[in-house]
């Protein structure tokens, strides 16, 4: 059994037994002359004194003067000075260790009493009485408060620490959750955009089966492929999430998995192939911008265009991409004109969205320290744009030339 598993009054109460059995002996065997023979009430008296020190941790002012005032009736009583005059001093040292330095003194008052009535008992020079009753009551002060910082330090700093660690744990779970969310919005944007790609081909195709076979064929390759581009996007996702190592502990560097600005004609021509008749035009001179950036531009083409192949298959959309000095603006922009309509009418039926894209779009956009706007337009369609600011080590100086203007344009059937 390790002290630290002794509760507190089982030590105090072993305390003060022993100074009660200590004083007895020493009241037994130790007679100098001039002194009242240890009889019974010297017994009694002695084990009076050190009782009080069972109490000491709960009630530490009420010991002081209780085991002073005992102490005093022992001497009073004309027994010789044993070692219960080391009783008021440990129950001052115990008051000085919890509680304050101003109680403490008050404790030091009995103290100093009684230790200067047991100079004077012992027959002690008045120089020697007026010593130890100033010096032992101020030790004992001196090292009980020096305890009592101590454990207001270790509380403080058990208080700090338990901070830090909520903290710690706190900030733990935002990271995940924050991990969470981008991996979810991640796979929303890849998995979304190719599914709704697939669901009106697949409908295209059933539509058409026996009546347009080419047509049916042409649907299903498309299927085909946006498929194999979905799974080449997870893949590159899913490398992200799981960096390996080698055999020398180096990691490995993952092939590139977020898209970029430059692979857009790409998403144009997928969607094109969905059947919408979509235009692409580029202006201004393009500037680096950042990784999250890149990405942001990307992925709000693809689900503003996602979004009108499941709500609008077969609209008229012109996709913009405006690099100006300070900011980069995108446009999706699709209408509802009558020949659209017809288009649709021709087309399987509008998939139903989650709402989560404008929410993923919204996030991206405003991590990213942009504005983005969607709504419908006056025309009947709908709009969605996107406005990045351009970092300013990225814009271009006055002498630097301005973009030019770049058009393509894909329809599909």
Known sequence: MTWSRVRPPAVDSAIALGFAVVACIAGAYYHPPGWRPFDTTGYVLACLTAL?????????????PASAALYADYLCCGYQPSVNVWVPVLA?????GCRPLTVAWAGAVPVAAVTALSGVTGRLHLALVAAQAV???????????????????????????????????????????????AIARELHDVVAHHMSVITVQAGLAETVLTSDVPAARGALRVV???????????????????????????????????????????????????????????????????????????????????????????????LTLDHTPDEVVLVVRNDASP???????????PVTGSGLGLIGMRERVRICGGRL????????????????PVPARHRAGPEEPGGGEHDARARGG
Do not use: W
């Open 52 to 64: 009080p020190l069972a109490a000491r941790r709960r009630q530490p002012f009420l010991t002081v």
């Open 92 to 96: 001052l040292l115990s008051l000085a």
């Open 135 to 181: 010096l032992v009551p101020v030790a004992a002060i001196a090292f009980g408060h020096t305890r009592y910082l101590l454990v207001r330090a270790n509380a403080q700093l058990r208080e700090v620490t338990a901070e830090l660690v909520a903290e710690q744990e706190a900030r733990a779970r935002n990271a995940v959750t924050l991990e969470r969310m």
């Open 224 to 318: 085909a492929e946006t498929g194999r581009g979905a799974l080449d996007e997870l893949r590159r996702l899913l490398t992200v999430l799981r960096v390996r190592s080698d055999d020398d502990g180096q990691e490995e560097t993952p092939y590139e998995a977020a898209p970029r600005v430059d692979r857009l004609p790409e998403l144009v021509e997928g969607a094109a192939a969905a059947g919408l008749d979509i235009r692409f035009a580029t202006a201004g001179e393009p500037v680096p911008l950042s990784p999250m950036a890149e990405v942001c531009v990307y992925r709000v083409a693809q689900e503003a265009l996602t979004n009108v192949i499941k709500h609008a298959p077969g609209a008229r959309v012109a």
């Open 339 to 349: 020949d659209a309509r017809a288009r649709r009418d021709r087309r399987p039926e």
């Open 373 to 388: 706007s969607a709504a419908p337009h006056d025309g009947g369609g709908f709009a969605v744009e996107m406005i990045l």
